[in-house]
């Protein structure tokens, strides 16, 4: 369950902060509206890291519509061992 809490608590910021460290963004309010997300360090960087990915994956998976792909044995030319070897 999300932790929401009005942007007023951030008078005692400590307390919402620990509410981070359970690993679940805090989801603060403004006149009743969410407004701003406090999230741990670590969380985001993760997040961020996940989203680098993502959009990397995407970059391939659009080469590969626009311009083809490789069949097994064109991506293993050249090299030593082929896909069917141990």
Excluded at 40 to 63: C, F, H, P, W
Aim: charged residues 30%; proline residues 5%.
């Amino acid at each position: 369950m999300p932790t929401i809490l009005p942007v007023s608590d951030l008078k005692n910021y400590g307390e919402v902060l620990n509410h981070c460290d359970d690993g679940a963004p805090v989801y603060l309010t403004k006149n009743g509206r969410g407004r701003y997300v406090v999230q741990s360090m670590e969380d985001y960087e993760r997040q961020a890291a996940t989203i680098r990915l993502l959009a990397e994956l995407n970059k391939g998976v659009e080469s590969l519509r626009r311009d083809g792909g490789l069949t097994i044995d064109e991506a293993f030319e050249g090299l030593e061992v082929t896909p069917w070897e141990g």
